[in-house]
């Protein structure tokens, strides 16, 4: 970004990514060029490189955005004034139903997802720890406030949010075709709901 600032720099830099964003999801990363982006954006090819020096740079401070924003719900979610099957609904959905729906939009994922691993590993790497530090937390909380038992299971927080973790990762890949968006979001309900029970939790009816 420019090195002073001012709304309208902010105003084109939040531009460039959300035009990243549309057209990464419509043609994939390897079709979508510096000029799509900087049309898409409504602003000079040259402006874009003001701001970023290649396509790759846009690819991961679009991630960065978009980590940001899932860790930010996660935290708001486990702060809420809830039930702890409510805390742990919502920080699952800042996460995996949040990337489950961005990439259901698009036909591009397999690319867009090895695009990710080549480009932005570290950034995924580091904020899957900010996340599961996050999750270990509210784990922890519950069980100090008798809301979860954990001794039974002989497991502790961080054990158990590395088990939540990969039982959400693998619902959207399980079976022979990827589920709807609807079919996932039961799914990760469901998951959460046998989760708070098998640890001695109370759920809704």
């Given at each position: 970004?420019?090195?002073?600032?001012?709304?309208?720099?902010?105003?084109?830099?939040?531009?460039?990514?959300?035009?990243?964003?549309?057209?990464?999801?419509?043609?994939?990363?390897?079709?979508?060029?510096?000029?799509?982006?900087?049309?898409?954006?409504?602003?000079?090819?040259?402006?874009?490189?003001?701001?970023?020096?290649?396509k790759e740079e846009i690819f991961r401070a679009l991630s960065q955005q978009l980590l940001d924003q899932v860790l930010s719900?996660?935290?708001?979610?486990?702060?809420?004034?809830?039930?702890?099957?409510?805390?742990?609904?919502?920080?699952?959905?800042?996460?995996?139903?949040?990337?489950?729906?961005?990439?259901?939009?698009?036909?591009?994922?397999?690319?867009?997802?090895?695009?990710?691993?080549?480009?932005?590993?570290?950034?995924?790497?580091?904020?899957?720890?900010?996340?599961?530090?996050?999750?270990?937390?509210?784990?922890?909380?519950?069980?100090?406030?008798?809301?979860?038992?954990?001794?039974?299971?002989?497991?502790?927080?961080?054990?158990?949010?590395?088990?939540?973790?990969?039982?959400?990762?693998?619902?959207?890949?399980?079976?022979?075709?990827?589920?709807?968006?609807?079919?996932?979001?039961?799914?990760?309900?469901?998951l959460v709901r046998v989760f708070v029970v098998g640890l001695g939790g109370t759920i809704s009816t």
């Amino acid at each position: 970004m420019p090195e002073k600032e001012t709304g309208g720099s902010r105003e084109k830099h939040k531009a460039i990514l959300a035009a990243a964003l549309t057209l990464f999801g419509h043609y994939g990363y390897r079709r979508t060029s510096i000029e799509d982006i900087a049309q898409e954006a409504g602003i000079a090819k040259g402006t874009v490189y003001l701001y970023f020096k290649s396509k790759e740079e846009i690819f991961r401070a679009l991630s960065q955005q978009l980590l940001d924003q899932v860790l930010s719900a996660a935290e708001a979610a486990g702060h809420a004034h809830a039930t702890i099957e409510t805390r742990l609904r919502g920080i699952m959905e800042a996460k995996f139903g949040y990337f489950f729906d961005l990439m259901h939009r698009s036909a591009h994922v397999r690319e867009l997802i090895d695009a990710k691993n080549e480009l932005c590993a570290d950034l995924f790497a580091h904020a899957d720890r900010r996340y599961a530090q996050m999750l270990t937390k509210t784990i922890a909380t519950a069980v100090a406030t008798k809301e979860l038992e954990l001794d039974t299971v002989g497991l502790d927080a961080a054990s158990t949010a590395e088990l939540f973790m990969r039982g959400a990762s693998g619902l959207g890949t399980y079976g022979a075709t990827p589920p709807t968006q609807a079919a996932f979001r039961r799914h990760l309900h469901a998951l959460v709901r046998v989760f708070v029970v098998g640890l001695g939790g109370t759920i809704s009816t």
